[in-house]
């Protein structure tokens, strides 16, 4: 059963302030509380349906499980839905990543949804780190995890002084902008970062002066623009077809 | 200012069973609204804060409007914010499209947000018709129309029975299958109809049965899949990058 002051952790954890004050945050659903046990994260509590613990027993087997109602699971999350399963785990400490290989690099990306979403097709494309200015959506935030469909524990996200980071990088930039070069016709490196504006902004004046090839995805019809997350996975793909390591 | 009967209609129009009653939809938020003087489609009224009707009062001259307070539209709209504009609008009558160009068939894609997004990057892609199965999303349910960013004017939906519209197609028929083609490999023709399933279940089989070619987005990470609407986008590109037209 989950007592009082665990229900009361839980509903804290929804807050990024909570989050940063406790090192902890939520992941929520079966699908994603089953990622944790392939990953490195360190799990602290999984509370769960006697249904779930049963039915995945041996996979949980190194957590610390405390079964619970659907009722009170579904009082604690955050989320309105798929709540058979909440696991409690430790932020990691994720070392900032030395600029190398294929990155993602996002400026004022606000939105958890999209944020997740780009964290999953970072893993669909290989790509282990996102570098993400100090404005951007929470990594840990419910939204954000569960966006990512179980990806949160294969790529990381470091939040940080974005245009350092990028003047400091010595591979290619690429920014997204729509006065780029066409996706189509772009030679990409083999090793880059892509940069990634905001739908409202763009990409910002400090980190655009670091962008060293602005890209475009060639447009066919009138829609003016593309969700960030979906322009992040079209440019991907793009830059993969070439480079597939 | 809005009358009690009008406030009833808006909030009638956020279900799917009094749309089809009144045969009107509902367009929500300045840049949605906006998109109308652009569009075809026609427009019943338009309740809008004055700030709003004065800033676009050119755009909207020939369009019947009302005043109202934020506070109002607040309370009419089904979504919690952008409300300084609301349009009621006819549900237009679109004949079952020939298959010809590049189109899009969706398979059971019940998420309205998913939907929108689909009908966003098609208008990117410069495709014009999808076809949907019965049980697909509402094209006119407000999230739906949300998520479009102004696409639904130019992008029309077709909900009919999805396999026997397949079978008579006399073009290639496209399936997203993890066990397809290579996207980066395939040569794709001209003309085709792009046809993509759930999340969760795929493509039935009752339309599976009819795909010519099964096509797939290569994987270099470990993501077990991709967002539907994120697939929907990098497989339009990839076949747009062979045929422009």
């Given at each position: 059963m989950?007592?009082?002051?665990?229900?009361?952790?839980?509903?804290?954890?929804?807050?990024?302030?909570?989050?940063?004050?406790?090192g902890?945050?939520?992941?929520?659903?079966?699908?994603?509380?089953?990622?944790?046990?392939?990953?490195?994260?360190?799990?602290?509590?999984?509370?769960?349906?006697?249904?779930?613990?049963?039915?995945?027993?041996?996979?949980?087997?190194?957590?610390?499980?405390?079964?619970?109602?659907?009722?009170?699971?579904?009082?604690?999350?955050?989320?309105?839905?798929?709540?058979?399963a909440?696991?409690?785990?430790?932020?990691?400490?994720v070392?900032?990543?030395?600029?190398?290989?294929?990155?993602?690099?996002?400026?004022?990306?606000?939105?958890?949804?999209?944020?997740?979403?780009?964290?999953?097709?970072?893993?669909?494309?290989?790509?282990?780190?996102?570098?993400?200015?100090?404005?951007?959506?929470?990594?840990?935030?419910?939204?954000t995890?569960?966006?990512?469909?179980?990806?949160?524990?294969?790529?990381?996200?470091?939040?940080?002084?974005?245009?350092?980071?990028?003047?400091?990088?010595?591979?290619?930039v690429?920014?997204?902008?729509?006065?780029?070069?066409?996706?189509?016709?772009?030679?990409f490196?083999?090793?880059?970062?892509l940069?990634?504006?905001?739908?409202?902004?763009?990409?910002?004046?400090?980190?655009?002066?670091?962008?060293?090839?602005?890209?475009?995805i060639?447009?066919f019809?009138?829609?003016?623009?593309?969700?960030?997350?979906m322009?992040?996975?079209?440019?991907?793909?793009?830059?993969?077809?070439?480079?597939?390591n």
């Open positions: 989950i007592s009082k002051n665990q229900i009361k952790l839980l509903r804290a954890l929804g807050q990024k302030k909570q989050r940063k004050a406790h902890l945050f939520l992941v929520q659903g079966e699908k994603n509380v089953l990622e944790l046990c392939n990953s490195q994260l360190v799990v602290k509590t999984v509370f769960a349906t006697s249904e779930f613990l049963q039915a995945n027993g041996q996979a949980l087997q190194n957590f610390d499980c405390v079964e619970a109602s659907l009722d009170d699971l579904t009082k604690a999350s955050t989320l309105v839905s798929n709540n058979a909440i696991a409690v785990v430790e932020i990691p400490t070392a900032t990543p030395v600029a190398q290989g294929l990155m993602i690099a996002l400026d004022g990306v606000s939105d958890p949804g999209n944020l997740g979403t780009i964290i999953r097709v970072a893993d669909w494309y290989g790509i282990k780190h996102i570098i993400a200015s100090t404005d951007c959506a929470d990594p840990y935030n419910p939204k995890i569960s966006a990512t469909m179980g990806s949160f524990g294969r790529v990381f996200v470091s939040q940080l002084d974005l245009p350092s980071y990028l003047e400091q990088a010595q591979i290619p690429y920014g997204a902008f729509l006065e780029g070069e066409s996706t189509h016709q772009k030679a490196s083999s090793e880059g970062i940069l990634m504006g905001s739908e409202s902004h763009g990409v910002r004046e400090a980190a655009a002066k670091f962008v060293t090839d602005k890209v475009t060639p447009a019809g009138q829609a003016e623009s593309l969700n960030v997350a322009a992040t996975g079209i440019i991907l793909d793009n830059i993969r077809r070439q480079h597939s």
